[in-house]
């Protein structure tokens, strides 16, 4: 069910708390997207964690790519919704906070996991050290779980992605 079909009569669509809040304090706005613009967002997904996954690229450039494949599919799921992070600082957060905040049983753990991600691509990018094999596989690990969860909650949303989306 997506949320347009969930509007009652002159009113906007019947939100999770959550998610209202969020609309209500501007870190998520309503936004129309299509079923191709959501298909669209989620092959950028898939793509980018095909490409976290080439043999030979450096660690780095594996988490960073793992990390924004899980980013991505978030944003396709709010998209799904017609919901977008606004801009600004933290913006990446709420793509993933927005999209546990919908209940999909298999996202509860998507904020911390993400954060954890995030917390590796940081380090990755600033600290000459952290980053070796395990990080490495950690980033690929959460990627590969955290797709499938996502396209298994817009495949809920609506049974017509489940033809849609590449599986991963």
Same mark, same amino acid.
């Given at each position: 069910? !997506? ?7 002159? !009113?906007?669509?019947?939100? /999770? ?14 936004? #129309? ?12 997904? #898939?793509?980018t ?7 030979? *690229? !450096?660690?780095? !450039?594996?988490?960073?790519?793992a ?10 799921? *709010? ?5 977008? /992070? ?13 999209a ?6 298999? *996202? ?19 600290d000459?050290?952290?980053?070796? /094999? ?11 779980h #955290?797709? /499938?969860?996502?396209?298994?909650? *817009? ?14």
């Amino acid at each position: 069910m !997506s949320a347009r079909s969930r509007k009652g009569a002159g !009113s906007g669509p019947a939100w /999770p708390q959550k998610i209202q809040l969020l609309i209500d304090d501007k870190r998520l706005r309503e936004q #129309t997207f299509s079923k191709a613009e959501v298909a669209a967002l989620w092959r950028k997904a #898939t793509e980018t964690a095909r490409d976290a996954s080439l043999p030979g *690229l !450096s660690i780095d !450039s594996a988490i960073r790519l793992a990390y924004d494949a899980g980013h991505v599919a978030a944003l396709a799921l *709010l998209a799904a919704h017609g919901l977008r /992070p606004g801009g600004g600082q933290g913006h990446h957060e709420l793509a993933f906070y927005g999209a546990a905040a919908f209940g999909d049983p298999g *996202l509860a753990d998507l904020v911390p996991d993400s954060e954890e991600i995030r917390r590796i691509r940081h380090g990755s990018m600033y600290d000459p050290v952290i980053a070796g /094999p395990d990080e490495r596989a950690d980033a690929l690990a959460w990627v590969a779980h #955290t797709l /499938p969860a996502i396209r298994a909650a *817009l495949v809920r949303l609506d049974s017509r992605f489940d033809v849609q989306l590449e599986k991963v």
